[in-house]
């Protein structure tokens, strides 16, 4: 369970800085006059902490 958050999280990292440099490359399910860089981070933001926190809790302790 831990690599699917940890691909989840990398996924998401990837996403979010095109998102910043092009935020209609990734927010395709947003009508195009809404497609900016704030709607960028409030999509993939919360989705990179989530993903950060649900990967720490479910790694194996060495």
């Given at each position: 369970m831990g690599d699917f958050f940890l691909v989840l999280l990398i996924v998401s990292i990837t996403m979010f800085?095109?998102?910043l440099v092009k935020p209609t490359f990734v927010l395709r399910w947003i009508p195009e006059s809404n497609r900016n860089r704030m709607?960028?981070?409030s999509?993939?933001?919360p989705i990179i902490l989530i993903s950060?926190?649900?990967f720490?809790?479910?790694i194996e302790s060495p």
């Open positions: 800085f095109i998102g709607k960028v981070v999509s993939f933001g950060f926190i649900l720490g809790i479910t």
